[in-house]
């Protein structure tokens, strides 16, 4: 899959585009062309290999034999690099010891269809092509596109969609073609994240396990290719949730992404929120305040969740950490009323109540719900206080009354030393299953002088949370599951029953090394890096929770987004992790707090920013943290 949004172009490792499935080039959600067959001296070229070059590219090789009798090596050899923009170079090598005529036909198509359709698998024929220009154009109700082709084809047949060339290739020599499909009138594609104004810094990463180099740069590859801008405000940019599913603004995750991405600059965070306050719900009525946003599948246990309950307790989290790593003043001051109108939705909606449901009025009390809206008091208290704003105490209160029943109410005994419910029902009655959505419990979020926030649970059952999520019934080898192994209803292909959702891995990771529980995040840790590496290091939002065994690799997930931007983003998150980096740029200080164990060995991060100036910190393999590049007068804290 390369991806450069709005482009997008999907291919199976054969390289040709035959029109099955979701095969062929994208523009905006549909489909321009969706076959693209090439054939050499009226042979189809032989795959050899396929591999993806950027995350925009991709290269695709195969061979030809030109003749029945010159033996079984191939004398031809096809390229083809295809390109989200939508151009593809088809280039011919030969290595014959004669001059070589080669006729290379090239059959195309295309339904123009939408890609929703497309994956219900509802595409529509293909359509009657046209002879346009140097190529071929297609027409229906819903669009248009064409194919140009240089060098221009020697015959073009638009009752079999066919170009045709006929080349002559001395011995050694090469040939090539260039394909470029777009809609009538459009230009070609300018993607954000290629853009010299990309709100990303480019972080390099270099240590003893050479994973994390590939990791990092993989991960901010695919994220500035999930880039888009807001049309109507085109300096402010967000991340698209994922492809090919996706590829449009999902407000929880945007924020969440964002979040992770904080070490790589706070331009993205900045346009992320000032994109979402543009949506925000205002005047009379209970969802006033609100960032609005789609329901979300639960499992099988729970119903839908509301993504715009958490997007709405994201935002003044993602403003008051964004703060910290250096967001300018002015900017935190034009977002500073979309983040109180959030923060009173929240003591609004709770009114005399301590408990926040999911979805409103009369949903279940969620424990992810009440760990976001916890942090969300208290990072919004922190962010109201510094910037003279009233209603500090009053969030503040809250969120103490909510840790003391939480810890009263929201807690199973057991023999086994208990566990957290994942939800009380409307009758109060406790979910007992354990999931992923605990991971939670453990972000607390940033404080000011590096310090985290106050959790929802106490020191002991924090404990006892680390160690069931490093057991063999959540930890899957790969990452962790969503749905515990031994609980009912655990499907390994769960969207949230069982599969292993990357995002939520790095989170737990994240917060068990900030807790001092390094041994279950280094597992967490290594099992994730060893799935990324399986995917080529291009880490899905979710793949099979199936146990990891000796030899084996993890299971790709059907229904997955790949790229994703949370996943993108864990990857970073999960490297900036391991150096325990905490801002505070208003203060000037920033503290270092390593994971102490150094469970990849040596690793330096190059390039990350903190107060808009670039920040390179070198972990050892004893686990201490020293700063090499700082913004001058940042000061290293204790």
């Known amino acids: ?34 076959r693209c067959q090439v054939r050499v001296a009226g042979r189809e070229p032989v795959a050899v290999q396929s591999r993806m070059t950027t995350a925009d590219s991709a290269r695709f090789l195969g061979t030809v034999r030109t003749s029945a009798h010159a033996g079984p090596d191939p004398d031809v050899v096809v390229e083809r690099v295809r390109h989200a923009d939508g151009t593809e170079r088809i280039t011919l090598y030969s290595s014959a010891p004669r001059p070589l005529r080669l006729p290379v036909e090239v059959a195309l198509g295309t339904d123009l269809a939408d890609l929703g359709a497309i994956a219900s698998g509802a595409p529509g024929p293909e359509l009657p092509a046209s002879v346009h220009d140097s190529g071929l154009r297609w027409s229906s109700p819903v669009g248009n596109s064409s194919v140009t082709a240089d060098p221009q084809p020697a015959d073009a047949l638009a009752s ?20 470029r499909v777009r809609p009538d009138g459009a230009g070609p594609i300018r993607a954000v994240g290629r853009a010299a104004t990309s709100p990303l810094a480019p972080a390099t990463a270099a240590g003893d396990d050479s994973r994390v180099q590939e990791l990092l740069r993989t991960s901010i590859e695919d994220l500035q290719a999930l880039l888009l801008r807001d049309p109507a405000h085109p300096t402010d940019t967000h991340l698209a949730a994922g492809a090919p599913w996706r590829c449009g603004l999902a407000p929880a995750e945007a924020l969440a992404a964002a979040r992770m ?15 979402l306050a543009r949506t925000q719900i205002q005047g009379p009525g209970e969802q006033s305040g609100m960032i609005p946003g789609p329901r979300r599948d639960a499992g099988t246990h729970l119903p839908p969740s509301c993504t715009g309950t958490e997007a709405t307790l994201l935002f003044p989290v993602l403003l008051a950490e964004a703060r910290r790593w250096g967001l300018p003043d002015p900017e935190t001051e034009e977002l500073l009323p979309t983040a109180e109108r959030c923060l009173n ?35 919004g208290a922190d962010l109201l206080d510094a910037c003279g ?37 409307a009758d109060g009655r406790l979910v007992p299953h354990l999931g992923v959505a605990t991971v939670h419990l453990l972000d607390t979020g940033l404080l000011g002088g590096g310090e985290r926030a106050s959790g929802l649970l106490d020191k002991v059952r924090t404990e006892q949370l680390a160690r069931l999520l490093g057991s063999p019934a959540m930890d899957s080898g790969w990452g962790l599951r969503g749905l515990g192994a031994k609980e009912a209803g655990y499907n390994p292909f769960g969207h949230r029953g069982g599969a292993v959702r990357t995002h939520e891995t790095a989170v737990a990771f994240a917060g068990l090394a ?29 793949y099979a929770g199936e146990q990891r065994t000796h030899g084996s690799a993890p299971v790709p997930h059907p229904a997955a987004c790949r790229p994703a931007a949370t996943a993108a983003a864990a990857g970073v998150l999960l490297l900036t992790t391991l150096a325990g980096i905490r801002p505070d740029a208003p203060a000037g200080t920033v503290t270092l707090r390593p994971v102490r164990s150094a469970p990849l060995g040596e690793i330096a991060l190059t390039g990350l920013r903190i107060a808009g100036a670039p920040f390179s910190v070198r972990v050892s393999r004893l686990g201490l943290a020293m700063a090499e590049e700082a913004a001058d007068g940042l000061q290293l804290g204790v």
């Open 514 to 542: 900030a807790a001092g529980y390094e041994k279950e995040a280094a597992s967490l840790l290594r099992g994730t890096l060893a799935a990324a590496e399986a995917f080529g290091h291009r880490l899905p939002e979710m």
């Open 160 to 179: 079999a969609g066919l170009l045709r060339w006929e080349f002559v290739l001395p011995p050694g020599g090469s040939t090539s073609v260039e394909l």
């Open 1 to 34: 899959m390369c991806i450069a949004l709005p482009g997008l172009a999907i291919s199976t490792q054969q390289g040709q585009l035959t029109g099955r499935g979701l095969e062929g080039f994208y523009r905006s959600g549909r489909r321009v062309l969706s």
């Open 261 to 275: 991405l904080l070490p790589l600059g706070t331009r993205l965070a900045a346009g992320t929120l000032r994109t």
């Open 389 to 425: 704003r009233p209603g500090g105490a009053g969030l503040r209160q809250w969120a103490q009354e909510l840790r003391t029943a939480f810890r009263e109410e929201f807690w199973i005994d057991d023999l086994g030393g208990g566990r957290p419910a994942v939800a009380r029902a």
């Open 345 to 379: 939705w929240l003591r609004t909606t709770v009114g005399d109540a301590l408990y926040l449901c999911d979805p409103q009025p009369a949903g279940p009390v969620r424990c992810e719900t009440q760990a976001h809206a916890h942090r969300a008091a208290l990072l």
